[in-house]
């Protein structure tokens, strides 16, 4: 199965931005349709941000990122790219990317519809 590693997360100030990463390792991302970005933050749900079918490149988003977050994809690198400007406090969380097998539509930001997730990487974005 994936195994998906995040990385570029940190501590910014407000407005500010931040580029995170997804590399996958033991399949290609394009053997799973839909791969994921969530957060959560300490006594909230776990909320889906965006999303990208791998192999078509159509991209979704959460209303409360669009606009200001942006998926990207690299396949040579099998890595996905999270792109993250005008951070602002309310997107302080743990940031997830997660994989699917299949291509969902209307609940593609929903967390259970993937199997495989990464271990997360902090956000932290102070006013």
């Known amino acids: 199965q994936v195994q998906l590693v995040e990385s570029g997360g940190g501590s910014v100030q407000a407005g500010g931005s931040l580029k995170l990463s997804c590399v996958a390792s033991?399949?290609?991302?394009?053997?799973?349709?839909?791969v994921g970005w969530f957060r959560q933050a300490p006594g909230k749900e776990r909320e889906g941000v965006a999303a990208?079918?791998?192999?078509?490149?159509?991209?979704y988003y959460a209303d409360s990122v669009k606009g200001r977050f942006t998926v990207s994809q690299d396949n040579a690198e099998n890595t996905q790219y999270l792109e993250m400007n005008s951070l602002k406090p309310e997107d302080t969380a743990i940031y997830y990317c997660?994989?699917?097998?299949?291509?969902?539509?209307?609940?593609?930001?929903?967390?259970?519809?993937?199997?495989?997730w990464g271990q997360g990487t902090q956000v932290t974005v102070s006013s």
């Open positions: 033991g399949y290609p991302f394009t053997t799973y349709c839909t």
């Open positions: 990208m079918y791998t192999r078509g490149g159509s991209t």
């Open positions: 997660a994989a699917a097998r299949f291509c969902y539509s209307s609940t593609i930001l929903r967390a259970y519809r993937y199997s495989y």
